[in-house]
């Protein structure tokens, strides 16, 4: 494990493999190097032909957090691994993960290539917005503990799922893992909070994105597919695959061949 301080003084902490050009890994909700294996694997594929950096966000894992959160704090912390890669890289995030890709690449950071996976962008009515309050609410949530509550409310609220399938994701081995992380959900709410909208105009807001992009999907969930077409269609240098088949947790061995394709050309 190799650590950098961001702006603020967060450390953040990430694991380097790989030889070759660097990519950086960005994850999702609940995700960091200690709890998902997906993205550890992905790592290790992509370290055949990549120097790959894969970091704990901040609040998460190995890494520190310094309140009080902001975007642009994640944006510094991306900003600085880029930095320890050389000052140029290509990144993949993965859904709100690619949101943060997307904001730092609209902001000037040195992001030669961006590979998103079902970024999450909602273009119409195929499910509901998140509640205005959604952000206070989570971090109402975790703070008030138990933190169940608010891992609880991001999957009803957020992901959709159903009340009652509830219950027996909490008798699962990977709850533990998800409650230590559930205040940095209200990270994650704040960094899709404006491409979440309903508008089918939220993807615009990325247009001054010109670097190479990889649009991906599985196809499985229409939201997210009409997402991804909007975010295709808003940005001039953008390629569109869809990974039939594939849910929204990506396997690491379906994903690798298109972002080792895309990072090399």
């Known amino acids: ?61 190995d890494s520190g957090d310094t309140p009080p959160y902001a975007v642009e704090r994640e944006i510094e912390d991306l900003d600085m691994l880029i930095n320890e890669a050389g000052g140029s890289a290509a990144v993949y995030g993965e859904s709100s ?32 917005q998140l509640p205005a309050d959604y952000v206070r609410r989570l971090t109402e949530l975790a703070a008030a503990g138990p933190r169940s509550d608010a891992v609880s409310y991001f999957l009803i609220t957020a992901v959709g799922l159903p009340a009652e399938y509830i219950a027996p994701m909490r008798e699962s081995p990977m709850w533990a893992g998800m409650e230590a992380v ?20 939220a993807a615009e807001r990325w247009a001054s994105v010109s670097v190479p992009i990889l649009v991906l999907d599985g196809g499985q969930t229409p939201w997210m597919t009409s997402g991804a077409d909007a975010l295709a269609n ?6 569109r695959r869809t990974l039939a088949g594939q849910e929204h947790g990506v396997a690491a061995a379906a994903v690798a061949p298109a972002l080792t394709e895309f990072f090399s050309s």
């Open 234 to 239: 808003a940005l001039p240098g953008a390629e």
């Open 182 to 201: 559930a205040h940095t959900l209200a990270y994650d709410g704040a960094v899709v909070a404006d491409s979440m909208s309903g508008s089918p105009t």
């Open 97 to 128: 993960g690619g949101n943060l890709v997307l904001e730092a690449a609209a902001r000037g950071l040195g992001i030669h290539r961006i590979a998103v996976w079902e970024a999450n962008i909602l273009v119409d009515g195929s499910r509901p």
């Open 1 to 61: 494990m190799d650590i950098v301080k961001s702006k603020d003084g967060t450390t953040i902490a990430f694991d380097r493999v790989g030889e070759g050009p660097p990519a950086v890994l960005v994850g999702g909700a609940f995700q960091h190097r200690a709890f998902d294996r997906r993205t550890e694997e992905l790592a290790r594929l992509l370290a055949e032909r990549f120097t790959v950096f894969h970091y704990d966000r901040r609040g998460r894992g």
